[in-house]
């Protein structure tokens, strides 16, 4: 049995945040269990992220004393309107259709900047997203959608940070160690520690006991588990393909559930998801491409199901406000697949790293007509899988939608295209309007060639959750009472998000909650052992 004052489940961002600031907060022995091994899958989702953290700003000048890429000159053609906490505060609400828990939702929008300070001092380093959030018009860059923030070589190069960071702060990390049981007082149910299954590098497992005077659970959601997705989020949610880790199975849940009667919150019948590539394994993410078979030029073109038809509204909203919740639409439809389809006009604006031809599978015609045909057949490996059932519903799906474009261009002539703001074009017009619009950023399809890729549903995190108390992100019980020595932060904790998310703040929730957890933990450590000194 081994003695830590602190002992953190799960090494992702929420992970680090908390060892890091345990330690910061006097902690003396602080140790980071991590359920992957050191070279497989560690880091947790956040390693599969782009890093991206939504945060207050007043502007430009706000930022550039924490960015790693952004030089005098460059500044000179940012265009960039501040990001006020009415602004965040009104985009979350919104998207979560006024369900996220108001303290809760106080923490993220309030606690949000000085976090980003704080995790600059720790040694994240924070770059302006240009080629997420920025469209380069008319010789200046164009920030849109409120987020502007990512890490410098996303969440690859945050989990490498991070680590680093853990290191220089005397944290002990411990990969291939599955939490499997919470270790509490019997008469108090305080948490003593925990249980766990050690593996070893010869294959063997063994269980041990690790004693601490708090513990922090910030091992992820259950988008991982097709059983749990299928029983919380579901029909069809068991084919989901998963963006991430494969060990997200909900351990935390269930054992913070079973062992201290931990209550749940939040939308545990949703999920973040989005428009992934339909090739993945979709049983874990690839190390490698990780975020890069996300799909998200869908504002650009159109989106149809199996059977040619068009399903969302592709330009409601910027879409950093929509890919969590079109990509659940997908898995709505036949076969939980779909297409992404666009013209030359709008293919030089593709992201290259998300649609170069080395990253994703094509589907090239020189008609509308060549690509039915195309899409109806199977891949070029052999698949049958996201084949079209429609040739003739496509086709006219195409012509209906470029007639509505046009007359909505004989109405307005002087609307012009921008991708970076939200321009108006739109399939709705007195002459004609569509029954599903396409609100902003409608362009035609009618000019060669036409490009098609096939997508299906990518699961990123489920939004239920335990519940906290926002204030120290100490664990709650059935009774809504703190549960001694038990805290949470990251995806595992719920109340926050329900049905979308406003891209962003999931990594930002997940560092502020961990900077709490950590400092309440080291909190409690640092009075027991005066305690016992008395």
Not at 24 to 31: E, H, I, S, Y
Not at 247 to 270: E, F, L, P
Request: net charge neutral; hydrophobic share 35%.
């Amino acid at each position: 049995m081994t003695q830590w004052d602190v002992i953190v489940v799960g090494g992702g961002n929420a992970g680090y945040a908390s060892a890091i600031a345990a330690k910061q907060a006097g902690a003396g022995r602080v140790l980071l269990i991590e359920k992957s091994s050191e070279t497989a899958y560690p880091g947790g989702n956040s390693y599969f992220t782009a890093g991206a953290f939504r945060t207050v700003f007043s502007g430009l000048d706000d930022l550039l004393p924490i960015l790693h890429n952004v030089d005098s000159e460059t500044a000179k053609i940012v265009d960039m309107d501040p990001y006020t906490s009415q602004d965040f505060m009104n985009d979350l609400m919104r998207v979560t259709g006024g369900r996220a828990d108001p303290e809760l939702a106080n923490i993220l929008v309030n606690n949000s900047r000085k976090t980003i300070d704080w995790l600059d001092k720790v040694g994240i380093q924070f770059r302006l997203s240009f080629n997420r959030q920025a469209y380069k018009v008319e010789g200046r860059y164009k920030f849109w959608g409120g987020m502007v923030l990512s890490v410098v070589d996303g969440g690859k190069g945050m989990i490498k940070q991070y680590h680093e960071a853990a290191l220089r702060h005397n944290v002990t990390v411990q990969y291939g160690t599955t939490l499997t049981k919470l270790v509490t007082d019997q008469v108090s149910n305080k948490v003593q520690g925990v249980e766990v299954l050690l593996q070893h590098p010869s294959g063997s497992t063994t269980k041990q006991t690790y004693t601490s005077s708090a513990v922090i659970l910030t091992c992820g959601g259950f988008e991982a588990s097709p059983s749990m997705r299928a029983q919380y989020l579901g029909k069809n949610w068991d084919l989901a393909h998963v963006r991430g880790t494969p060990y997200n199975t909900g351990d935390g849940h269930v054992i913070a559930q079973r062992d201290v009667y931990a209550k749940t919150a939040g939308g545990y019948s949703s999920c973040h998801a989005t428009c992934w590539d339909a090739n993945t394994n979709p049983h874990k993410g690839d190390t490698v491409l990780t975020n890069q078979f996300t799909k998200s030029g869908y504002p650009l073109g159109i989106m149809v199901n199996r059977d040619g038809q068009r399903f969302v509204d592709e330009g409601m909203d910027f879409r950093n406000y929509t890919y969590a919740f079109f990509g659940k639409e997908i898995m709505n439809q036949p076969g939980s697949v779909a297409f992404q389809i666009w013209d030359a006009k709008s293919l030089p604006w593709l992201r290259e790293e998300e649609y170069a031809d080395s990253v994703v599978e094509k589907v090239v015609a020189n008609s509308i007509e060549e690509l039915a045909e195309k899409l109806a057949a199977p891949t070029q490996k052999g698949s049958w899988k996201a084949t079209l059932t429609s040739k003739k519903t496509l086709v006219d799906t195409i012509q209906e939608y470029n007639d509505a474009v046009t007359a909505h261009r004989r109405q307005f002539p002087n609307l012009k295209w921008d991708p970076a703001i939200k321009d108006g074009l739109s399939t709705q017009s007195s002459e004609k309007q569509l029954k599903l619009p396409k609100s902003n950023w409608a362009l035609s399809l009618d000019q060669a060639p036409f490009v098609a890729v096939k997508i299906t549903t990518g699961i990123t995190f489920t939004f239920g959750g335990l519940a906290v108390d926002p204030q120290t992100a100490a664990v709650l019980d059935t009774s809504s009472q703190p549960i001694g020595n038990l805290y949470a932060a990251g995806e595992i904790v719920g109340g926050a998000f329900y049905d979308n998310y406003p891209g962003g703040s999931g990594l930002m929730l997940g560092s502020i909650l961990g900077r709490k957890a950590g400092t309440s933990a080291a909190n409690i450590s640092t009075t027991q052992h005066k305690s016992s000194r008395l």
